[in-house]
């Protein structure tokens, strides 16, 4: 035989409970999930621009009953994912080196963005070949091309060659997702 014990209204004192932790459980998903798009918005629009800022998106899930639930992610997640980590940046398809161009490179003509020319398009519009010569850092070179003419022709750094480029952390995102789960964290404990 088993002993039981029967408590006037302990079924309303547990469904009370349970729609105070369901509303706080909602309540501080809604808020931490906004909370966050909002400063990595302002953190990635302060490192890369407002174009870049806007890719971040917010969904909801189980907002109406379930386990409440916001997945935070950005519509440009390689670039979004390699200023928050850092990144190599190396050659691909069987080059040596990346070109990176100075200012003294033209922009492309055209529509959109304008990007700078590429080497043959330097060597095209000025009619003359890219002068190498080895660059300040060991396993670099420059590209130079020849400006001017007679007694004003000078050599024209146009591009430095190099075989990786290391991009640093410019979107300190780390100490946001901490704080917005402890701010969750303690929603959820206290109600606000």
């Known amino acids: 035989m088993r002993p039981t014990i029967e408590v006037d209204g302990f079924d309303a004192i547990t469904a009370e409970a349970t729609a105070e932790v369901e509303r706080r459980a909602k309540t501080g998903v809604e808020v931490s999930g ?3 798009k909002r400063e990595l918005r302002a953190l990635t629009q302060a490192a890369l621009g407002s174009r870049v800022s806007k890719t971040w998106q917010l969904n909801f ?3 109406t009953g379930g386990s409440p639930a916001a997945f935070l992610y950005s519509k440009a997640p ?3 994912r390699g200023h928050i980590e850092g990144a190599t940046i190396v050659p691909i398809g069987g080059q040596r080196f990346l070109w990176i161009p ?4 033209p922009r492309r003509v055209g529509r959109g963005a304008k990007a700078r020319m590429s080497p043959a398009e ?3 519009r000025f009619g003359k070949k890219l002068i190498f010569r080895p660059g300040k850092r060991p396993g670099t070179r420059v590209a ?3 400006r001017g003419k007679g007694r004003r022709e000078r050599l024209v750094h146009m591009f430095t060659l190099t075989p990786w480029v290391r991009m640093p952390k410019r979107i300190p995102a780390e100490e946001s997702f901490n704080r917005w789960g402890r701010r969750l964290g303690r929603f959820l404990e206290t109600g606000n």
């Open 144 to 146: 130079l091309l020849r």
């Open 122 to 124: 330097v060597e095209q």
């Open 34 to 36: 906004e909370g966050l």
């Open 61 to 63: 899930y189980g907002m």
């Open 78 to 80: 390689a670039i979004v």
């Open 102 to 105: 100075t200012d003294h490179v």
